[in-house]
């Protein structure tokens, strides 16, 4: 299958890593020449550890490789595309601009999708002529090792778009979750509302952010906890799914201080280095594991 992902930013990078890792002609798309060549080392960097740990053979690193080709041209990405993917920012309105143009290059009978986190589906579609070829596809980050993804139905997705999109995530060797189009989907929603709750927790003093997550995962089993996967993920993404959350299902979503003031400082996670931890490469300092 020609997968076309557009965005080469961290999620885009993993999502066509996987892709290409699976089988998949894939081509990556960013308006950023230097973020396709950052986005190919990151690629290149998650084979050389999964050959490492043994979970990939050398030759197959090669393979997937060859597989990945990363260009600014929309048109040349998609012309071929059986399924474009848009990785883009949480911005409606980049995201809805992104998806006509996909649109438009792609062939008619293509499965157009966005990898939004918290972002109505229906309302990125709006704008399209087909919205019925467009679904949801949520991956987590980073999208190597996750093995859940949302796949999101929009109110004018087909049957067979959606049937379409539960048998790629399938042929991923991942787990597909069907969800209606509604605020945070699941996985949004719920994660966000825990990972809040511990904010408030470490604003108040009730204890630290190491201790806050040992708590959730020896005490409830939770691979990692709330903050430290707040810093994976991004603060600034988790700021801006609680700001459409408490838009659209009030205040219960109102985003902590202590969030808003990382964000502003540039502290937003694993990403920048900082953000309820400090990171050392991928991992951060003062976890005791």
């Known amino acids: 299958m020609h997968v076309t992902v557009l965005g080469a ?67 040349e990405a998609a012309a071929d595309a059986t399924l474009v993917v848009e990785a883009v920012p949480e911005r409606l309105d980049l995201k809805r601009e992104v998806a006509e143009e996909a649109a438009a290059a792609a062939p008619a009978a293509a499965t157009l999708a966005t990898n939004t986190s918290s972002l109505s589906v229906t309302a990125v579609a709006a704008a399209l002529d087909r919205p019925e070829r467009f679904v949801g596809l949520h991956f987590f980050n980073p999208p190597h090792a996750m093995q859940l993804v949302e796949v999101v139905r929009g109110e004018r997705t087909a049957d067979s778009t959606a049937s379409f999109a539960v048998d790629f995530v399938e042929g991923l060797d991942r787990t597909p979750i069907v969800v209606d189009d509604t605020p945070g989907f699941a996985t949004s929603r719920l994660g966000v509302a825990l990972g809040a709750e511990a904010m408030r927790m470490v604003e108040q003093g009730v204890a630290a952010p190491a201790d806050i997550d040992r708590a959730m995962e020896l005490g409830y089993n939770h691979p990692v906890g709330p903050l430290e996967l707040t810093d994976v993920v991004g603060l600034d993404v988790r700021l801006d799914v609680l700001e459409g959350l408490r838009e659209e299902l009030g205040e219960r979503f109102r985003p902590p201080q202590v969030l808003r003031r990382k964000v502003r400082a540039g502290k937003l996670g694993k990403k920048t280095g900082e953000g309820f931890y400090i990171w050392e490469g991928d991992e951060p300092l003062g976890r005791d594991r």
């Open 9 to 75: 930013g961290t999620m885009g990078a993993g999502i066509a890593g996987l892709c290409a890792r699976s089988g998949h002609e894939t081509w990556l798309r960013d308006v950023d020449p230097e973020a396709l060549d950052a986005a190919r080392d990151r690629i290149a960097a998650t084979y050389d550890d999964a050959v490492e740990r043994g979970l990939l053979a050398d030759a197959e690193r090669h393979e997937a490789l060859a597989r990945v080709e990363a260009t600014t041209d929309l048109e």
